[in-house]
């Protein structure tokens, strides 16, 4: 269990540590005192209550199922229609299941759509993400997590990336162990027949062992790391540090080269090189991934089997270089807005190729981003109207567009504010495959089966509650249109309007949890606690729970960070 775990779990039995780091005089006492509950803790048997969460506060309205899986919304009257629903279809299509697509944007904004209020209004249309919003469902309160690799881990494991030890983006040549321990949607729908693929951006693990053809993808194009990484150095006016001192520059190229490729490859085998990282490959490599899938998508067409595809695209996270052909390309001009355009572009190829193959109506689209701007790359970076941005658990940080399409299964025109987050695609996918029984039980699963709320005519969400960690941190929740913060991250003396990111933000422990009611304040301006007692105890019942799926199922090892490793060289 991590540290912070442990506090958590102090900070229960205490009723209020937070409140305690305020009037306790002496850090030792209060260390003291922390340690005192933790040992209390560790030392009550561990348990999950099983039944309706409503016995414990009467506005919950979760139900736990069983030991391993996160609580949800029991909804039976539209499980049974949406089951129905997906039962005649797999009859009409002579029992085949439908094909997984999932668009997955890099660092968009959750304001960067059209759909969301973006797109003209911010110089970069996006017609072909408004028409997937304007026939299918879009969702205004789906979460990622905070960064890059935490979200993409999220997403393939159905798990918070805490528990497998995913929780920060992994960094040039990195090997990620805890990887390949974990179980991938990919594999599961694998050894049912699904063709499996991922297009583009990988970002979880550079050493062979946590490839993605070693994690149970079939097939991979793309880009091990993430684009930032390829770039910056040979940028000079970001890093003239080596470019303008020519052995420094001749050293580090002969390193880049020997690492930094566009590659390729099919499970089984190792991967193949393709095309070496220069700036021109990064601007364009877009281009390239889209022209894979597309041809993954014909391949897989034609052989008459259902495909679970990862379109992950490297746009449009900083720096944006624009593709041959897109300079200049939106109205608003700037290489941030003209990679909007492209991405948007892509979306419309991919979505004709589905249809020129007669897959469109066979194909559950899902559209996202992995996380919120990266505001301190400004202006090289998106919109969210929200307080915060990438690398914070603000709204900003971990709100982001979602979008679900499947022509004549998803109503058209449907939006939602219920909650989604992006890990409910794992069992989401696994549930239209027909494949929900592979869910591993041997550890806890944090995602929900949402198909329902996307299939059934007035479908709502089954999720009740957002869990926002920060790498090992743990860090908010969201029960319903309240939020709790217990940490806070902050980037210029509590200023709401300085710019956020991996930069320079800070964490803040504040005296008792920040909450704010999201309708009445979405940008989280006004904490508002002590007024509403009722909601604290919303937050606590849940919040003990959560902590003790920590002890039943203990977390892999985490990624270690400069404070983990300090605390393992202090402690030895
Ligand atoms: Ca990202």
């Not at 780091?21 to 005192?33: I, N, R, W």
């Not at 929900?448 to 869990?467: C, K, P, T």
Request: aromatic share 10%; glycine share 10%; charged share 20%.
């Amino acid at each position: 269990m991590p540290r912070s775990c442990t506090a958590l779990l102090a900070a229960l039995c205490l009723g209020a540590a937070a409140h305690a780091a305020d009037t306790v005089e002496s850090p030792g006492a209060l260390e003291a005192m922390k340690q005192k509950a933790g040992k209390m803790l560790m030392a009550v048997k561990p348990f999950l209550v099983e039944g309706a969460y409503s016995q414990f506060h009467p506005l919950l309205q979760s139900v736990r199922e069983n030991q391993y899986m996160e609580p949800a919304i029991p909804r039976p009257e539209q499980q049974a229609q949406a089951e129905g629903k997906l039962a005649e279809w797999v009859k009409q299509h002579g029992g085949r299941r439908p094909n997984i697509l999932i668009l997955l944007v890099d660092d968009m904004g959750w304001g960067d759509p059209g759909a969301y209020g973006g797109g003209e209004t911010l110089g970069s249309p996006t017609p072909n993400i408004d028409a997937l919003a304007r026939d299918g469902l879009t969702l205004t309160s789906a979460y990622a997590q905070p960064s890059c690799t935490p979200t993409r881990a999220a997403i393939y494991t159905g798990r918070l990336p805490v528990r497998s030890g995913l929780i920060r983006p992994t960094v040039q040549g990195e090997v990620a162990e805890n990887a390949a321990k974990e179980v991938l949607a990919a594999r599961l729908l694998g050894a049912t027949g699904y063709r499996t693929g991922l297009s583009g951006k990988w970002h979880l693990g550079e050493q062979a062992g946590s490839f993605p053809t070693d994690m149970g993808f079939e097939r991979f194009f793309g880009m091990l790391g993430v684009v930032d990484m390829y770039q910056d150095w040979q940028m000079s006016a970001y890093s003239p540090e080596i470019t303008s001192k020519p052995e420094r520059f001749a050293a580090y190229k002969a390193f880049h080269e020997r690492g930094d490729w566009l590659m390729q490859g099919v499970a089984g085998k190792p991967l193949e090189r393709v095309k070496p990282m220069s700036l021109e490959t990064t601007a364009n490599m877009d281009q390239d991934f889209a022209a894979w899938s597309e041809n993954f998508i014909r391949e897989a067409s034609a052989d008459g089997k259902p495909f679970y595809l990862v379109h992950a695209f490297s746009k449009v996270h900083f720096y944006n270089i624009p593709a041959n052909g897109y300079a200049g390309r939106s109205p608003a001009g700037t290489p941030y807005r003209d990679g909007v355009v492209e991405v948007d572009d892509i979306v419309g190829r991919l979505l004709k190729t589905l249809k020129d193959t007669g897959q469109l109506e066979n194909t559950f689209v899902f559209f996202t981003s992995d996380n919120g701007p990266e505001e301190d790359s400004w202006p090289d970076t998106g919109h969210t109207p929200f307080r915060g941005a990438k690398g914070t658990t603000w709204e900003g940080g971990v709100r982001v567009p979602g979008i679900a399409y499947w022509p004549g299964m998803i109503a058209p025109g449907r939006r939602s504010d219920g909650l989604f987050d992006l890990m409910d695609l794992f069992n989401t996918s696994l549930a239209l495959a027909g494949a929900a029984d592979r869910i591993p039980d041997d550890r806890y699963v944090d995602g929900i089966d949402q198909s329902s709320f996307l299939l059934a005519d007035d479908g709502q969400s089954r999720r009740e509650i957002v869990w926002m960690w920060n790498q090992n941190e743990f860090a908010a929740m969201r029960v319903q249109e309240f939020k709790a913060h217990y940490r806070l991250y902050e980037v210029d003396n509590n200023n709401p309007d300085a710019l956020g990111g991996l930069n320079n933000s800070r964490v803040i422990t504040p005296m008792n949890p920040w909450f704010h009611n999201l309708y009445n304040d979405p940008k989280e301006r006004v904490p508002k606690l002590v007024e509403k007692v009722w909601a604290a105890g919303m937050m606590n019942f849940p919040l003990f729970q959560h902590a003790m799926t920590f002890r039943v199922y203990p977390n892999q090892p985490a990624l270690a960070t400069l404070q983990s490793t300090l605390d393992m060289m202090q402690s030895e």
